[in-house]
């Protein structure tokens, strides 16, 4: 159980373009989904949590009109970097928490976005 | 405030060897909850261990324990005999504060630690 899944696992886009990412929970409901963003050899920076059926809460630093969250399930959430410059080139992981038991309190981690913007 | 401490950035072991990972946390909530993740070169992160604040029993999982303190506020991760396939980045973390009843909390992440085994 607890499995996580994030999709595209590796995309190149153009400067000015938008791209989606899609993270599912495949075996739980995800009642909050988390998005990470890491840079090489650093730990990981929280960009938002989302409550399933509610707007996502971004923190600070975070522009919210440029890292679009949506989670309209309890098994999908996406993250759209809109109009990406070079600077958004970065790995972005998903992780997915549940209502209870085990899933309760553990974030579990999709296998993460390597975003390449030219 | 909050916070986690791995103060060894980078280890480096011969195959077959034992090493510990040293995480310490800091917070003034009397429930909270400690993690360990594992990210190999793929960069997935591997949920290891989930510890309770009110459970200090330590935890063995084959090669894998942990010893978690409250007295020294350190839950600390022990690889007994290493092997290769276990070099990657371990980190440590801690749930934050309640802030929204009922949602999950996010997690106070430590730097993390670069583990190395060499054959």
């Known amino acids: 159980g607890a499995v996580v899944s994030q999709h595209p696992s590796r995309v190149i886009c153009k400067s000015g373009t938008s791209v989606k990412i899609e993270c599912r929970s495949l075996d739980f409901q995800a009642t909050t989904m988390f998005w990470y963003r890491q840079f090489p050899k650093q730990s990981l920076m929280l960009m938002a949590t989302?409550?399933?059926?509610?707007?996502?809460?971004?923190e600070q630093g975070v522009e919210k009109d440029k890292f679009l969250i949506n989670h309209a399930s309890l098994t999908l959430s996406t993250l759209t970097v809109t109009s990406a410059h070079p600077e958004d080139s970065s790995f972005y992981i998903c992780?997915?928490?549940?209502?209870?038991?085990?899933?309760?309190?553990?974030?579990?981690f999709g296998p993460g976005t390597r975003l390449l913007v030219l | 405030a909050q916070k986690v401490t791995q103060a060894q950035t980078e280890i480096s072991v011969v195959e077959k060897e034992d090493v510990t990972l040293d995480c310490v946390y800091e917070?003034?909530?009397?429930?909270?909850?400690l993690f360990w993740y594992k990210q190999p070169p793929s960069g997935e992160l591997v949920f290891l261990i989930r510890?309770?604040?009110?459970d200090e029993q330590n935890e063995i999982s084959g090669r894998y324990s942990w010893n978690f303190q409250k007295s020294t506020s350190s839950f600390n991760f022990t690889i007994t005999a290493s092997q290769v396939v276990d070099s990657a980045v371990y980190f440590c973390a801690l749930s934050e504060s309640h802030s929204n009843a009922g949602n999950n909390r996010k997690l106070i992440w430590g730097l993390g630690t670069s583990l190395a085994v060499n054959p």
């Open positions: 917070t003034r909530d009397t429930t909270y909850y």
């Open positions: 510890r309770n604040s009110f």
């Open positions: 989302s409550n399933e059926g509610s707007k996502a809460t971004y």
């Open positions: 992780s997915a928490s549940g209502p209870g038991g085990n899933f309760k309190e553990t974030q579990y």
